[in-house]
């Protein structure tokens, strides 16, 4: 079982007496899309007693979330200088090693408490990079302290938001093709510590965490018509938000407030965008109404556009719309195929997309006003993407052919970095939740 999290994090100028802890020119990676050399970074966290094994694991953890980012590289030391965590950083020594970035730390361990200290240095200023940070944690919490100091450590570097505390919904799949069991899971971001909150007894799909990460939206086919669930991620109760049936309702997307829900709603054989009040499910309304298939509804991060997929145009393309259902814009125009389940960034910025071809299916980005659009992926059979917190990284759905079993995986803005995510079982309809507080 998950334990309960409270982690307490405190700034401590732990930084040595009279040290500058501002730079004229940060030690900073610059993410675009340009070729660009991992940077050597150096992690150094000691512990004793019974609390070297943890720190080993600590250390792990921040590696991984930190290489897997593509900006980071393991620096390979033969002869280490001496660090110590209370100890003034030897700058000359680190900068013969070519490491550009150090941490130092050191963890403690008492009954069920753990408490994590780190540092994070220049090597060529010869500086601190802003101050040092404590984490108190229960023991069973190691993993998030883990997330949190890699998440300080990048946003400190890239300047950008962090992303490593967070989860991810999706749907686990087992079983034989033809009799494929699909359940509701969340995971950590790095595919660690996987929660099942549905048994499999019934088909579900297309899992939304709720703006605070304490509510997962699915769509359930346990009465025979897809409906709508809210699923409590603590407590795993489930509640219908839709139960009509003579329609189907599905693809639902929580407003950035938290306040209302879009979703699809098909009746004989029409399918529109409705919304439905938060705490007052039967207070819904249409937000489109006409003969095309409107679908995969999506909120810009203000609550006051909703992207969405249309086959109005004659082949499934992208519109936008007010988030009262007027002033439709198509912004989709792409030779050939088409394009369908949008995900707007939560910086704003971009749109994500699954784009159909001849070929099979890429995931592309395109400025809300549909310029700039670009492929990420290759396909041929990548689907159903979802922003990390930070608006720097996708996670989606690749089926590599009909027999194969899907899988998830990643890629930043630029296409470059793609990994799968570490997972045991086969899995798709990925939804990136928020950062954990």
């Not at 929580?254 to 965008?273: H, K, L, M, V």
Request: no cysteine; proline share 8%; hydrophobic share 40%.
């Amino acid at each position: 079982m998950r334990a309960h999290l409270a982690l307490i994090l405190a700034a401590l100028l732990l930084a040595p007496a009279g040290a500058a802890l501002a730079q004229d020119e940060p030690l900073r990676i610059e993410i675009t899309e340009g070729t660009m050399a991992p940077m050597p970074i150096a992690l150094r966290i000691e512990a004793e007693g019974e609390a070297v094994a943890l720190a080993a694991e600590i250390t792990g953890v921040i590696e991984a979330d930190l290489t897997g980012t593509g900006l980071f590289t393991l620096a390979e030391i033969r002869d280490l200088p001496d660090t110590r965590f209370d100890r003034a950083v030897d700058y000359v020594g680190w900068k013969a090693t070519d490491t550009e970035a150090l941490v130092t730390g050191s963890v403690s361990a008492e009954g069920d408490k753990i408490v994590v200290r780190f540092r994070l240095f220049d090597i060529f200023a010869g500086q601190p990079l802003g101050d040092g940070m404590q984490l108190d944690a229960p023991r069973a919490g190691w993993r998030r302290a883990a997330h949190k100091i890699a998440d300080q450590i990048y946003a400190r570097i890239t300047g950008e938001a962090p992303y490593f505390d967070s989860r991810i919904a999706f749907i686990g799949e087992s079983g034989p093709a033809t009799a494929r069991i699909k359940r509701v899971g969340v995971m950590d971001a790095d595919g660690a510590d996987v929660k099942w909150l549905t048994a499999g007894g019934e088909l579900a799909l297309s899992p939304r965490f709720s703006p605070d990460g304490r509510t997962v939206l699915y769509t359930s086919f346990a009465s025979g018509m897809p409906q709508i669930m809210a699923m409590d991620v603590e407590s795993v109760r489930a509640l219908p938000l839709t139960s009509d049936p003579r329609a189907m309702s599905f693809a639902p997307r929580y407003s950035p407030d938290g306040q209302w829900i879009a979703f699809s709603r098909e009746t004989a054989g029409n399918t529109d965008i409705w919304i439905m009040q938060v705490g007052n499910p039967r207070f819904s309304k249409p937000l489109t109404q006409g003969p095309s298939i409107d679908t995969a509804p999506s909120w810009s991060p203000d609550g006051r556009q909703i992207v969405f997929e249309s086959d109005r145009s004659g082949n499934s393309q992208l519109y936008i719309m007010r988030a009262d259902g007027s002033d439709p814009v198509r912004i989709s125009f792409g030779e050939g195929g088409g394009y369908g389940e949008p995900a707007w960034s939560p910086r704003g910025d971009r749109i994500a997309f699954t784009r159909h071809g001849r070929q099979g299916s890429a995931i592309g980005i395109m400025r809300p006003d549909g310029s700039d659009e670009r492929l990420l992926t290759e396909g041929p059979g990548d689907a159903g993407p979802s922003w990390a917190p930070n608006g720097r990284v996708l996670i989606f759905t690749r089926q590599p052919d009909e027999e194969g079993s899907a899988q998830l995986h990643s890629v930043d803005i630029t296409g470059r970095n793609m990994r799968p995510v570490a997972l045991n079982d086969a899995a798709s309809d990925p939804a990136w939740g928020p950062l954990l507080p």
